[in-house]
């Protein structure tokens, strides 16, 4: 396989596309998903009157830390969510906190989501987590934190926002002239909005690789077996590819 097609959010897909410069893999970055800043009033004010109840903020992306600290700065929380222990999975959300006056824990270099489970686990502090996550996300800390019964809240912070048809026209016109050899899908959402976008496209006919098991579930109930199924993180993914 030489081209490969990624569809994540250029926010979200940085990481990636730096990990994959010198590889064997040429990089075919068509997002589809674009995220603006939205937050949930009612569920700002729930969480403004219980806000003592958390002790931990857990990210899954810099996108969801950029859009945090929007929120924060809407309701004016800065200083009393400054105590907070806030938890990352990879150095550029922890520095882009810190430049922001925000401590962060980074449990371990390109840290997965079971890292970030074993840290909330090992360390005796009680109390709830708050999950800055975008708009009917379906990202898989949360449910691992349901599963070790870890009280959990996830926060809207950023909603997906539709393309335009004519976008996606211009999409589909690029995706005819690079014949990507396969696909990446990030997240379960993806293997929708790819087969959407791209419907031209026969998914037997590529490698598929899978971020994660959760999105490679999804595509065995689309019908489809993934050849590739990483860890959860863009180093994993990365990993995949290395000679």
């Given amino acids: 396989m030489k081209k490969l097609l990624i569809t994540a959010d250029s926010d979200d897909a940085t990481k990636l596309l730096t990990g994959l410069t010198g590889s064997r893999i040429e990089p075919v970055h068509l997002p589809l998903e674009h995220y603006k800043y939205a937050s949930d009033r009612k569920q700002g004010i729930v969480l403004e009157d219980q806000r003592e109840v958390y002790n931990f903020v857990v990210f899954g992306s810099l996108r969801n830390s950029r859009h945090y600290l929007t929120w924060l700065n809407q309701f004016d929380l800065q200083d009393e969510f400054r105590q907070k222990i806030h938890l990352v999975m990879n150095r550029p959300e922890m520095e882009f906190l810190e430049k ?4 962060a824990i980074l449990p371990k270099e390109n840290a997965r989501p079971i890292d970030i489970m074993e840290f909330l686990l090992r360390i ?34 950023c909603r997906s926002v539709p393309f335009e048809k004519s976008e996606i026209d211009q999409k589909r016109k690029e995706i005819k002239k690079v014949e990507p050899d396969g696909i990446l899908f990030h997240s379960r959402s993806s293997v929708i909005r790819t ?46 590819f290395e000679d």
């Fill in 100 to 103: 922001h006056e925000i401590p």
């Fill in 124 to 157: 005796s502090i009680s109390g709830g987590v708050l999950y800055p996550c975008a708009e009917e996300s379906s990202e898989e800390i949360p449910g691992l934190l349901q599963e070790l019964q870890i009280p959990v809240s996830e926060l809207t912070v």
């Fill in 195 to 240: 087969r959407t976008a791209f419907p031209d496209i026969d998914l037997s006919s590529k490698k598929l690789i899978a971020a994660s098991a959760g999105v490679a579930e999804k595509l065995r109930q689309e019908g489809f077996v993934p050849e590739v199924t990483a860890e959860g993180s863009w180093e994993s993914i990365i990993k995949e």
